[in-house]
């Protein structure tokens, strides 16, 4: 009986809330009495909320090409100075843009450091325009996102995994769910790089993300690795099947940390036993080349494909002198990728091999201020990378890109980071596109130079 006297009497009381207009004053009595009574409790020992939020302004001066047709339109929207086609796509809009780029949320309960057997979590979200192009990575027309389609409250799950630790020796640890990519120098956190834009190397080489399993293994102070079973690039499901086949993608690290802890080097693999696809957009709009040879003559169906694979090797590391106080470091990224496809009943089977390097430099002139530069190299033997036209293979289509950026860096307040940036970036297909329905790089009209200036403020909690 009590029971179902205390069912009714909070019946009663959502029912109370639904007559707020008729009944102001009773509505927030009852409205406060409920509030008392039901929460949640998030003070748990352990338990950690950080994150920070990134707006600034962007200017393109690149001002040939057009994303759509001089004089046509979609959607109401007209052609316009051209993209840039190398950078991500919060950084290539015609033009000037504010930006809200991110309100990054994360909530986590680490790991201790005790070796025993234990468990936490960790999820990560983004709100923002950068969130809208991570959703949909593409920013060269191939199913992605344009400028014109910025969205500052898309919604982006960057993380969302449990960690366990079993106590195996050193301490043996495994994410299980949704976590950040292996590969790659920069990271998504646009605070947490040296520049404001994404470099060439973030933008076209790497994967964001994939859901599966990763271990981590730390066998002294000098050397530790990973290991690691997933879906695929930037995938919830499992999509890259190769028709015939469970596909997966699998994942190694080995990182060597330098006695004194100022230099370590990573060295990164990704083997994918199938042609990798994308579930946010379209399987041509991930950060690998498709190639699959469909047998409608595009590469746009990770099932009609068979013997496809995806490999990727990424080497990173950086130093900071000693000599010079912890106000110098020097990093470098490098990548090489090749995919493979190939399907008995298309003659358009592709193959594509990617490469690139990058170098890092920064500063610490003193407490509140620093510069950091950075110049990268990204080429392709084919546009397949980029394309879903099987008439792009040839060697007369590779891709040479370049970049350099200079970044300056201010901590005028504690919490507050405020950047200047200049960008330059030029190469074949490197700016606009005559049609801004075709995936064809040739169509792009300008090999640059593309300069860029912007200003970034971040606050971080």
């Avoid at 909320?49 to 302004?57: C, I, K, M, N, T």
């Avoid at 709100?127 to 920013?139: C, K, L, M, V």
């Avoid at 998504?188 to 271990?215: D, H």
């Avoid at 190939?342 to 170098?359: D, H, I, Q, R």
Wanted: some cysteine.
């Amino acid at each position: 009986m009590k029971k179902i006297t205390a069912i009714l009497g909070v019946l009663a009381a959502v029912a109370s809330l639904s007559l707020a207009d008729s009944g102001p004053e009773a509505s927030a009595k009852d409205t406060k009495k409920m509030v008392q009574n039901n929460f949640v409790e998030t003070a748990q020992k352990g338990i950690k909320l950080s994150g920070y939020v990134d707006a600034g302004y962007s200017y393109n001066f690149a001002g040939s090409g057009s994303v759509l047709p001089a004089g046509q339109s979609s959607g109401g929207v007209t052609g316009a100075p051209g993209t840039v086609n190398s950078r991500f796509g919060s950084d290539t809009a015609s033009q000037g843009d504010f930006n809200l780029y991110a309100v990054k949320l994360a909530l986590e309960k680490a790991l201790t450091s005790e070796n025993k057997a234990q468990a936490g979590f960790r999820t990560d979200v983004m709100i923002g325009e950068d969130a809208q192009y991570f959703n949909n990575r593409d920013s060269q027309g191939n199913g992605g996102v344009s400028n014109y389609e910025q969205n500052s409250s898309s919604l982006f799950l960057e993380q969302a995994y449990v960690s366990i630790r079993a106590p195996v020796g050193n301490g043996w640890d495994f994410k299980v769910g949704k976590f950040v990519s292996i590969l790659g120098y920069e990271v998504i956190e646009r605070p947490a790089n040296m520049n404001i834009t994404y470099g060439l190397l973030f933008q076209n080489a790497y994967p964001l993300w994939y859901t599966g399993v990763l271990s981590s293994y730390k066998f002294d102070d000098y050397l530790d690795a990973k290991l690691g079973v997933v879906n695929g690039s930037n995938t919830d499901n499992n999509l890259t099947t190769s028709g015939s086949s469970d596909a997966v993608a699998l994942l190694a690290a080995l990182n060597v940390t330098a006695p004194g802890g100022n230099a370590n080097w990573s060295n990164n693999f990704q083997y994918s036993t199938a042609s990798e696809s994308d579930s946010s957009t379209d399987v041509n709009s991930n950060s690998y080349p498709v190639g699959n040879g469909a047998a409608d003559g595009t590469f746009d169906n990770p099932d009609n494909g068979n013997n496809n694979w995806t490999v990727v090797y990424n080497s990173w590391g950086n130093w900071a002198p000693k000599f010079a106080d912890d106000k110098l470091l020097f990093a470098f990224d490098a990548v090489l990728g090749n995919s493979a496809g190939n399907n008995s009943n298309s003659p358009n089977s592709n193959n594509t091999t990617w490469w690139g390097a990058g170098l890092y430099a920064k500063y610490q002139f003193n407490d509140w201020f620093y510069l950091a530069s950075r110049g990268e190299y990204f080429g392709s033997d084919n546009t397949g990378k980029f394309s879903n036209d099987p008439d792009l293979a040839g060697s007369n289509c590779s891709v040479s890109w370049w970049e350099y950026t200079l970044t300056a860096g201010f901590n005028v307040i504690d919490n507050l980071l405020i950047r200047a940036e200049y960008r330059l970036d030029w190469g074949n297909y490197i700016a606009g596109q005559a049609d801004g329905t075709s995936t064809n790089l040739k169509n792009s009209t300008s090999s640059g130079p593309a300069h860029y200036a912007g200003a970034e403020v971040v606050y971080s909690f």
